[in-house]
């Protein structure tokens, strides 16, 4: 099976590409469904946050408030550490078994992996192909703050990631967003049709 890391800083589009790949015959793996997945409630990394950072990143359903604990954990970068130590190997667990369960099930084709976070995981050389998608900082500003993040919020998010040239040079292919959706989903299918002809065909 072909695989694919899909990555980009927060409020690249990079979900977007995810969505045309996936319609075009992907299987995707999305970081960000097995995080939320992992910190459900009972959970042991739950157990884990509310630990570290108290029981006020819990909802009144015992939920975690991922927006309160994202607003301590970007306010310093020993919180942003301690949050990542917590999360992030048993993400990278979760993400590796889903994509040996999806090459199981299927035997052949392509996967992609989308997550932010790829480059600084150091899980490179599971892929046969890193894809970065671009663009320009004030355009994900206004992304996250659309979404509904204050805007101080949005630049701290994006600040506490690894600069966009990082990305850049982990990537065999660029996809550059700095346009209208329907350009980058134009880019985002001339990259599928750019890959081997007998991995799409097993799709």
């Given at each position: 099976?072909?695989?694919?890391?899909?990555?980009?800083?927060?409020?690249?589009?990079?979900?977007?590409?995810?969505?045309?790949?996936?319609?075009?015959?992907?299987r995707?793996?999305?970081?960000?469904?097995?995080?939320?997945?992992?910190?459900e409630?009972?959970?042991?990394?739950?157990?884990?946050?509310?630990?570290?950072?108290?029981?006020?990143?819990?909802?009144?359903?015992?939920?975690?408030?991922?927006?309160?604990?994202?607003a301590?954990?970007?306010?310093?970068?020993?919180?942003?550490?301690?949050?990542n130590?917590?999360?992030?190997?048993?993400?990278?667990?979760?993400?590796?078994?889903a994509?040996?369960?999806?090459?199981?099930?299927?035997?052949?084709?392509?996967?992609?992996?989308?997550?932010?976070?790829?480059?600084?995981?150091?899980?490179?050389?599971?892929?046969?192909?890193?894809?970065?998608?671009?663009?320009?900082?004030?355009?994900?500003?206004g992304?996250?703050?659309?979404?509904?993040?204050?805007?101080?919020?949005?630049?701290?998010?994006?600040?506490?990631?690894?600069?966009?040239?990082?990305?850049?040079?982990?990537?065999?292919?660029?996809?550059?967003?700095?346009?209208?959706?329907?350009?980058?989903?134009?880019?985002?299918?001339?990259?599928?049709?750019?890959?081997?002809?007998?991995?799409?065909?097993?799709?």
């Amino acid at each position: 099976m072909y695989r694919i890391g899909l990555t980009g800083g927060i409020g690249s589009g990079k979900s977007e590409v995810a969505r045309v790949l996936r319609n075009l015959g992907a299987r995707v793996v999305v970081a960000d469904e097995l995080a939320r997945e992992l910190v459900e409630p009972g959970s042991p990394v739950l157990s884990r946050l509310v630990e570290e950072f108290g029981e006020g990143v819990l909802l009144p359903d015992g939920s975690l408030d991922r927006r309160g604990l994202g607003a301590l954990a970007f306010a310093s970068s020993e919180a942003l550490e301690k949050l990542n130590g917590i999360t992030h190997p048993p993400l990278v667990d979760a993400i590796i078994r889903a994509i040996e369960e999806i090459e199981r099930e299927s035997g052949g084709g392509v996967v992609v992996v989308d997550a932010a976070l790829l480059v600084k995981w150091d899980i490179i050389d599971l892929f046969d192909e890193v894809v970065v998608v671009t663009t320009p900082v004030e355009v994900r500003v206004g992304r996250l703050v659309a979404g509904g993040l204050p805007e101080r919020e949005a630049r701290e998010r994006i600040a506490a990631q690894a600069p966009e040239q990082v990305f850049v040079e982990a990537a065999d292919t660029v996809i550059e967003n700095d346009g209208p959706l329907e350009e980058l989903e134009a880019r985002a299918e001339r990259f599928w049709n750019s890959l081997p002809e007998e991995v799409r065909k097993r799709t």
